[in-house]
């Protein structure tokens, strides 16, 4: 007898249809987000001469290949059931897969914005000669300019169809992943006009471009620090653009407060990844002792909110702890 194949999960939370659907679609896209990146990363290097800018934009796309790297291999480990050990799971994965990936951009960013800005201090002049295309001479900037301008069109298309699959997943590695992508006409446009800015006979358009560039990179760096730090150290659940608290923890106290035997409610939300960690303090009526059911009926009715809702917790007591519910 041949067994039922076993359901896709995020630890202990077991994924419908459709999010199976979704996470399968992710997974594709960041499939060919890696095969589309070698394309380009060799197209770049072929054609970026001596400028600091083509350069540097050669750079950015390799490091392009941390935010899907991590996506892929934290949904992996993400996936894997909670042990005595790990008795949470393995959610926490996809925050230091975002640490990961923010820390390499902001470093390498802030490398790229030192080295430009000596190249632009030191007045480096880089040549940009000619090439014999067919037996006709032509000038080197153009094979650049041509391919800056192709290669950041695949990334804005891919950012695009990622965005809705990460608020989906509410996976804040693959939002930042779709935010880089986006982004990158910037990098291909700044780049393409300080290889022109050359041609034109202003030399320090090259490497002013490039720290145009290098300085994008930094603050993709900057605000996926902070985002994937923010989560790790346990604040408030947010959005998976960290645009606004989470809906979900307004529903959850809402939903408490419903209860005929609950007099007030104070919740905390934890992300823990693709899911969310609920520990509700509740204050009875007066002369009210829930029973066991009645806590069990409330948690079941918080858990059936959304799959976010992973573990819930509820504490019966006797007023808020105000030092440690926020208001």
């Known amino acids: 007898m041949r067994r039922a194949p076993e359901r896709a999960r995020f630890g202990a939370t077991e994924l419908t249809d459709e999010q199976v659907g979704t996470l399968r679609r992710a997974v594709r896209l960041e499939w060919i987000t890696i095969g589309v990146l070698v394309l380009i990363v060799a197209a770049v290097g072929l054609v970026a001469g001596q400028s600091q800018a083509m350069k540097t934009a050669w750079a950015e796309d390799m490091l392009s290949f ?6 892929l291999v934290a949904v992996r480990i993400a996936g894997r059931p909670p042990t ?5 799971g ?3 994965a996809v925050g230091v897969a975002h640490l990961v990936a923010a820390v390499a951009l902001l470093g390498m960013g802030a490398t790229l914005v030192i080295d430009s800005a000596t190249a632009l201090l030191t007045g480096d002049r880089p040549p940009i000669g ?6 006709t001479p032509v000038w080197a900037g ?5 391919v800056m301008v192709a290669t950041s069109i695949p990334p804005v298309v891919l950012g695009r169809m990622k965005t809705k699959l990460a608020e989906e997943l509410h996976d804040k590695v693959l939002f930042a992943d779709a935010d880089m992508n986006k982004a990158d006409w910037m990098t291909g446009l700044a780049t393409a006009a300080g290889v022109l800015g050359i041609g034109m006979g202003l030399w320090w358009a090259d490497a002013v471009a490039a720290i145009v560039v290098a300085t994008s990179i930094v603050a993709d760096g900057v605000s996926n620090l902070k985002g994937s730090v923010a989560d790790l150290v346990d604040a408030r659940a947010t959005t998976y653009d960290d645009a606004a608290p989470h809906p979900l923890i307004q529903e959850v106290e809402t939903v408490l407060r419903q209860q005929p035997w ?3 409610v104070g919740v905390r939300v934890r992300d823990e990844g693709h899911v969310f960690h ?3 303090f509740v204050v009875p009526v007066a002369g009210v002792v829930p029973t066991l059911e009645q806590l069990a009926a409330a948690r079941r009715r918080c858990t059936d ?12 007591v006797a007023e808020l702890p105000e030092d440690q519910v926020p208001r």
């Open 66 to 71: 941390l935010p899907p790297m991590a996506f």
């Open 84 to 88: 005595p050990r790990h008795p949470f």
């Open 90 to 92: 393995y959610h926490r």
């Open 130 to 135: 000619v090439l014999s295309i067919l037996g």
């Open 142 to 146: 153009w094979p650049m300019v041509a």
């Open 262 to 264: 609950v007099q007030d």
């Open 278 to 280: 609920v520990e509700g």
């Open 305 to 316: 909110l959304d799959w976010k809702v992973e573990d819930v917790v509820l504490a019966p």
